[in-house]
């Protein structure tokens, strides 16, 4: 290619300044627009312009418009069509074949001069902006006086287009045209007053002349919080630029950045925060961050900046949780937000700040918070309440003095929706801290009555029977607790008497109205009241039929009952009594049971509950019944339980001691260690603690970024053409969140040039083609690279296809060449994520597509085939899996993931091995999501996947519930 080849695709790379969408069939032809141009009416002129633009943007040429516009538009006085004519100057070639300027843009020279001496100051200023986009220096040389005078103009709006009009040409073309550039920028800056007008100039001096904008910077310390936000935003592009390039001037910059952080704007303030701590892992930078960065949080209303300060917050916790702790009280502040995912997000970040320092803080905090959500009618007050608890059991769980004070707040929730999570967080502490039984086991009998959910009951019930046996006052008041709630057999609705069919009668009497007259009345008589029974929830839930509950109240009883009598002895009225009455509600029980298992189809649902109903009777009336099989049934389950919550412990510190071990160490055995002392005297103050542990980030690793991991770029690479085609093609896909870049690498594999190569690409799916590749002239054995963006919607799974269409400069011969397919794989969106189950219940019967997969692999074993599955789909396993393994043959899972565009998707996985020669695994993976992209998608990679190699096709499309 030749060197003016070279020149005319740099040059067009870099002038598209100009996208518009158009129809090109609609595009007018050339003798139309110009009969439009030639005319009167500035209106068709405009239209006319307009589509001469489009049809140029599409690739059509004008020759004949050029002279057409200039001598019927350029003097034209009408606004619109001036800024149409800067848009046409924009696009309009301006060489000839030869690399040569086209005569006419002399003319065009002298039009533009015109407009940059114009009495109006909007032309003057249009015209500056319209020449920051110009890359011609052959039509910029003459204009370089006109530019320079408007540096000096009344008006405001053109010298801060002039300001940058300068800068841009500074940039473009440097000493050719603007040697004095900066000197000439430094000058106009001292004596400008407007503040955007500085704003530019200073732009121009922070990129083109450096030591000028910091000698401007230390000049005029005590002024910069009075130039305006964005004047403080370039201090700050300035200070990162310079102090990433040499670390040892962040102190010329401290004081600015200390002062930014309490700026009015609040943009400034967050970029200030950001930078200092990009610069400093100082405690004093950090303090003063989280400071800001919580101020910003309780002081904006919009909830998308709160989230991203949540972010930013989350981001510092890595290493420096114990700053953080300082400001945990004013973070806690943005619990006041309607917004349930910002007070989710608050309350994730401040669980791992908590300390010994701050908990009782805290805890009176979310004891407000829980209080709060009683009084007010919240839109999700249900889910905040149960986000509290567990965030209120976490704290009780780390630090086991403030339990007694927050269980007793929550036991009055038991009658609420998240009356499971304080059921199951009472059971948890009962058994951790058994100082605190008595006190929290007398205020559970207190608020027994008002329990209303059957699951709540069935908790509540074990811990009555579990743990009632610790005096014989607590067992006594148990026991009557839960008769006096569950009421005397039978548990049978009471039939209802049929009513005598009541008949009104009219009843007629004379009475004396007001003012002495006499009036008949006429009344009619009314049916006399029913008497409304008040029955007990747990009375009335068993006589509804819930078995199962039944069980557990007789089972509660029955270990009450062994518990009295070995306290008080066999011979004993009390123990006597209870056995009794345990007795008899056992066989209530089994009656309803009988009763209700008349069909059938549920007589095998009810045979568990009978079987421990009959044990249960057994303990109670067979003396002779072995002793360790009663201490069995009396304290197995609790052990059991205590076994459980260790297991727990274990599991969530061992989890913990990984994450510490996945991180970077903070810092390095060789790193240097600054002595305070030994610093020169000059540094004071923040300059001095700004200092400690000077770019830290980069020996925590703070600043590495995976996504830029070229062995990660190298697993993204697609070949596009054959190695036997005139032209090679390859593209590297880069996934930014809603944006796919696409850098397509093009190799002209011939001897000959290849003229007007154009790669025409097209989308299938939720991907939209941002901008057209441009066209290129590619020399012998050349090659080039052209970007392509494209932008994403949702998470499904896409394809990008087209041609690559080229001529041959010896031939003129037009030639296409096929792409491969690029399929762009939805693991690019997914991520794994956590949710509790109930929230996966919840989710899973509002979701609207589900997507059914045949399991067809050739694993053999279940645990292995669940752990490819979720490795091989970016998701988490929900469902606690045993370390120890075991032999049975059936296997359910859930799993969940979360998209970039957060969006929800649930897996349920249940697989079963066959029992015969071949044991294979049967079963189906059921897929569920809001949107139809993501069910369909995840089930055609999980169908690929499945079976450890590429899987065979299935249908397995997605349909409604």
Not at 53 to 71: A, D, H, S, Y
Not at 495 to 504: A, D, G, M, N, Y
Not at 576 to 600: F, M, P, W, Y
Not at 673 to 688: D, H, T
Request: aromatic residues 6%; contains cysteine; hydrophobic residues 40%.
């Amino acid at each position: 290619m030749s060197k003016g080849e070279v020149d005319a695709f740099q040059l067009n790379e870099a002038s598209c300044t100009v996208l518009f969408g158009g129809d090109k069939a609609a595009t007018p032809s050339q003798e139309d627009i110009c009969t439009d141009l030639e005319g009167t009416d500035d209106k068709l002129k405009c239209k006319a312009l307009k589509g001469c633009i489009l049809g140029m943007l599409n690739g059509e040429k004008f020759p004949r418009v050029m002279m057409t516009v200039i001598r019927f538009c350029v003097n034209t006085k009408c606004h619109e069509l001036k800024k149409l004519l800067t848009l046409f100057w924009e696009v309009a070639p301006k060489y000839d074949e030869k690399r040569k300027l086209l005569p006419e843009m002399i003319l065009v020279c002298n039009a533009l001069l015109k407009d940059l001496h114009h009495p109006n100051e909007f032309v003057r200023g249009s015209m500056l902006r319209f020449l920051c986009k110009l890359q011609e220096p052959e039509l910029l040389d003459p204009l370089i006086p006109a530019i320079k005078e408007c540096l000096e103009h009344r008006h405001s709006y053109v010298r801060k287009n002039a300001a940058l009009a300068v800068f841009q040409i500074h940039k473009s073309f440097g000493e050719r045209l603007l040697p004095d550039g900066p000197e000439l920028i430094g000058i106009f800056i001292e004596r400008e007053t407007d503040t955007a007008a500085r704003r530019n100039a200073f732009l121009m001096l922070f990129n083109e002349a450096e030591n000028l904008a910091i000698e401007y910077l230390a000049n005029n310390v005590d002024e910069v919080p009075k130039f305006g936000d964005g004047f403080s935003l370039c201090v700050l592009d300035l200070a990162r630029k310079v102090c990433r390039r040499d670390p040892a001037q962040k102190a010329r910059f401290v004081r600015f950045l200390f002062s930014m952080l309490n700026a009015s704007s609040a943009a400034v303030s967050y970029e200030a925060a950001w930078t200092l701590v990009s610069l400093s892992s100082a405690p004093t930078a950090i303090r003063a961050a989280a400071a800001a960065y919580t101020g910003l949080l309780n002081s904006q209303s919009d909830n998308n900046v709160k989230l991203i300060v949540l972010d930013r917050i989350g981001e510092l916790l890595k290493y420096h949780s114990k700053v953080l702790q300082e400001v945990l009280l004013d973070l806690l502040r943005a619990l006041s937000s309607p917004n349930i995912d910002i007070c989710k997000r608050t309350l994730e970040v401040s669980m791992e700040l908590v300390g010994p320092r701050n908990i009782e803080e805290v805890v009176q905090v979310l004891k407000r918070e829980v209080l709060r959500t009683r009084g007010s009618d919240l839109e999700k007050g249900g889910a905040y309440r149960t986000m509290l608890i567990q965030a209120i059991h976490q704290c009780a769980v780390k630090f086991p003095d403030i339990a007694d004070s927050v269980v007793h707040v929550l036991m009055d929730f038991l009658n609420t929706d998240g009356a499971m999570d304080v059921i199951v967080f009472v059971r948890a502490i009962m058994e951790q801290y058994p100082n605190l039984r008595e006190s929290i086991f007398k205020k559970l009998l207190a608020n027994f009555a008002e329990i209303q959910t059957s699951s709540v009951l069935n908790v509540a019930l074990w811990i009555v029977g579990e743990y009632g046996g610790e005096s014989n006052e607590l067992l006594s008041d148990a026991f009557e607790e839960i008769m006096g709630n569950l009421g005397e057999p039978p548990f049978i609705a009471a039939e209802e008497v049929k009513e005598e069919e009541f008949i009104s009668e009219a009843i007629t009497k004379n009475i004396v109205l007001a003012d002495g007259t006499y009036a008949t009345q006429t009344t009619m008589t009314e049916p006399p009241k029913k008497k409304i029974e008040v029955v007990a929830t747990l009375r009335r839930l068993v006589i509804e039929g819930d078995v199962f509950l039944g069980g557990v109240a007789t089972c509660a009883l029955t270990k009450l009952a062994l518990r009295s009598i070995a306290m008080s002895g066999d011979k004993s009225d009390k123990g006597k009594d209870h056995q009794t009455r345990s007795l008899v509600v056992a066989c209530g029980v089994a009656r309803l049971i009988q009763a209700k298992s008349e069909n059938a189809q549920q007589k095998g649902a009810f045979a568990d509950t009978l079987e421990r109903l009959t044990f249960c009777c057994r303990l109670l009336l067979d003396p002779a019944l072995d002793v360790e099989l009663k201490d069995s049934f009396l304290n197995d389950s609790k052990k059991s339980f205590s076994l459980y919550l260790e297991n727990i412990k274990k599991l969530k510190s061992s989890s913990t001691q990984d994450e510490e071990a996945k991180r970077p160490p903070q810092l390095q055995a060789d790193d240097l260690i600054n002595f305070r002392q030994l610093r020169r005297r000059g540094a004071q103050g923040a300059e001095l603690d700004i200092y400690d542990g000077d770019d830290m980030s980069k020996a925590t690793g703070s600043n590495s970024n995976s996504s830029d991991d070229f062995g990660n770029q190298l697993n993204h690479i697609y070949q596009l053409t054959g190695f036997a085609d005139p032209v090679y093609a390859e593209a590297c896909v880069t996934v930014h969140d809603y944006d796919i870049v696409l850098e397509i690498l093009v190799i002209n594999r011939t001897p000959n040039t290849l003229t007007n190569l154009a790669v025409e690409l097209a989308t299938m799916g939720d991907l939209k083609l941002v901008e057209r590749p441009q066209t290129l002239t590619i020399g012998p054995l050349d090659q080039r690279t052209i970007r392509a963006n494209i932008k994403v919607s949702s998470t499904e799974t896409g394809h990008i296809f087209g041609t690559i269409v080229y001529e041959n400069s010896s031939t003129a011969e037009r030639s296409f060449i096929n792409l491969n397919d690029v399929h762009l794989d939805i693991m690019d969106y997914i991520h794994p994520g956590t949710c509790t189950d109930e929230a996966f219940r919840l989710m899973w019967a509002e979701f609207e597509w589900e997507n059914k997969v045949a399991i067809n692999t050739t694993i053999s074993e279940l645990s292995t085939f669940l752990s490819h599955v979720v490795t091989n789909t970016n998701m988490t396993c929900l469902t606690p899996t045993s370390k120890e393994g075991g032999k049975s043959t059936f296997l359910a899972a859930n799993l969940y993931a979360k998209s970039i565009f957060g969006e929800d998707a649930l897996v349920n996985v249940s697989v079963e091995k066959k029992e015969d020669a071949d044991g294979k695994l049967t079963g189906y993976i059921r897929i569920r999501s809001k949107t139809q992209g993501i069910a369909l998608s995840l089930g055609d990679r999980i169908t690929i996947v499945q079976r450890g190699v590429s899987g065979e096709n299935q249908d397995g499309q997605p349909k409604p519930n």
